[in-house]
């Protein structure tokens, strides 16, 4: 069964005003969104859940209690639940934002109701940085983790045999080019596209330069 692609700078011309958001894509109750950051929002906290910012134009400064730090393109960072932050840009930003959207069985302990002042910082990852430091082709590497789900990069070069999806996944192509067969079926990504593996799909990796990849599923 062919996979959906999802271009993100398409899809971001549907966004007409600041702030408007879309969900792009589920892996499990997990929402892959994107929204407009220009100006700035009041401040808040999320009880229930953590948030991953990953800037796909422009540049916008996440503020929170845990202080600040300003992301551009290829950059992330997580605001773990209970934190207080704001996101805010003078430029029309286009940002990816990982976030639970449905809570099925919500444990005791699952909320935070604060966080202190300067228990920590807030820590930001440059994706193409990090990249730089993988060497073997296709062996992901943990990059940050947003309550029960991983995010993890990977370098792709050359192929990969058959293989199947041991859970839902996510793949998001953060440079390059990446071919993804799937029974009969072809998609080409190109940087900025994603697409979302079912559990148990048959696929196989192919990049003919090196690719920058990132992939998101629950943690096992």
Avoid at 87 to 98: E, H, K, R, Y
Avoid at 102 to 124: S, T, W
Wanted: glycine residues 6%; neutral net charge; proline residues 4%.
């Amino acid at each position: 069964m062919p996979t959906r692609k999802i271009n993100i700078s398409e899809e971001a011309l549907k966004l007409l005003e600041p702030f408007a958001m879309t969900d792009l894509a589920y892996v499990g109750d997990l929402a892959v969104s994107m929204y407009v950051c220009q100006g700035s929002l009041a401040w808040h906290r999320h009880l229930d859940y953590d948030e991953l910012f990953l800037v796909h134009n422009g540049m916008i400064i996440l503020e929170s209690e845990w202080g600040s730090v300003t992301l551009r393109p290829d950059e992330l960072a997580v605001v773990p639940k209970g934190v207080a932050h704001r996101s805010a840009s003078m430029l029309w930003s286009i940002v990816l934002l990982l976030h639970i959207h449905i809570f099925p069985d919500r444990r005791n302990g699952d909320r935070r109701l604060h966080a202190l002042r300067g228990e920590r910082q807030l820590a930001k990852i440059n994706v193409s940085e990090q990249a730089k430091q993988i060497t073997r082709p296709f062996v992901p590497q943990d990059l940050a983790q947003v309550d029960d789900f991983a995010l993890r990069l990977f370098v792709a070069h050359g192929s990969v045999p058959w293989r199947k999806a041991s859970q839902e996944t996510l793949l998001l192509v953060q440079q390059g080019r990446l071919d993804l067969f799937t029974g009969d079926a072809l998609s080409v990504l190109d940087a900025g596209e994603m697409l979302v593996l079912a559990q148990g799909m048959a696929y196989r990796l192919v990049a003919g330069e090196r690719a920058v990849v990132l992939s998101l599923s629950r943690l096992t």
